[in-house]
């Protein structure tokens, strides 16, 4: 079956304009992760949404990220007024939330170039 | 919080021969802990998790880790590297911390297997 997409794969945009990036999750998968990774740094940990409970938002590095998740399924992460330290690659990962045994399966990534 | 080190940023090794990946992890409590591996432009994928029982964990393509609690790591081993092997590798840990649910990553090590 497919597998978790992101869209765009590649995003150029000028700093100070606001962006967004796109998440579609497995079929079926009632949690959805965020993480961001950075050049030599490991994968840091944005946002989770888990079924219809209030997302968990701990990891946003400032208000200029947000995230949501319509329908339970899709998820736009939007981040406003971009900065060059936020080039990275934006990585999103589902899973089916079965317990602390849970595997998360990861998509592409969306590698975002602020100039 | 639980964190996780991975001591080498890089590790070239000669095709065939064995490698051994290093991560440590701090916990005071019970964890999981996984290896990812990420291929040149794609997502990560798992490949191998322990969760309890035996401390030695089997994953796919010939990879195996060693849980010791005592020396809290976690170190992944493959006794004779491929070509195919060259990739970026993540050791994680699922803690307590934010309830289980979120995945705290290492900074990656990249294996450079040389023909």
């Known amino acids: 079956g497919a597998g978790v997409s992101q869209s765009p794969s590649n995003k150029v945009t000028e700093k100070g304009k606001d962006v967004e990036l796109r998440c579609d999750p497995i079929?079926?998968?009632?949690?959805l992760y965020w993480y961001r990774q950075s050049l030599g740094q490991g994968l840091e940990f944005l946002i989770y949404?888990?079924?219809?409970?209030?997302?968990?938002k701990s990891g946003l590095p400032s208000d200029r990220f947000s995230a949501e998740r319509t329908g339970g399924s899709v998820s736009t992460l939007t981040i406003q007024r971009t900065q060059q330290e936020d080039s990275a690659v934006y990585l999103c990962?589902?899973?089916?939330?079965?317990?602390?045994?849970?595997?998360?399966?990861f998509g592409p990534g969306t590698r975002l170039t602020v100039l | 919080a639980q964190s996780v080190t991975q001591l080498d940023s890089q590790v070239p090794v000669f095709e065939e021969a064995p490698v051994e990946l290093r991560c440590n992890y701090s916990s005071s409590v019970s964890v999981y802990l996984f290896w990812y591996v990420q291929y040149p432009n794609q997502g990560l994928q798992l490949l191998l998790k322990y969760l309890s029982g035996s401390t030695l964990v089997k994953g796919i393509n010939g990879f195996e880790a060693e849980f010791n609690k005592s020396q809290t790591s976690f170190h992944l081993r493959k006794p004779s590297v491929h070509i195919s092997d060259t990739a970026e590798y993540f050791c994680a840990v699922r803690g307590p911390s934010g309830g289980y649910q979120k995945v705290t990553f290492g900074t990656g090590t990249k294996l450079q297997v040389i023909p």
């Open positions: 079929s079926g998968h009632t949690a």
């Open positions: 990962a589902s899973s089916l939330a079965q317990g602390l045994t849970d595997t998360q399966y």
């Open positions: 949404f888990q079924g219809n409970s209030a997302p968990d």
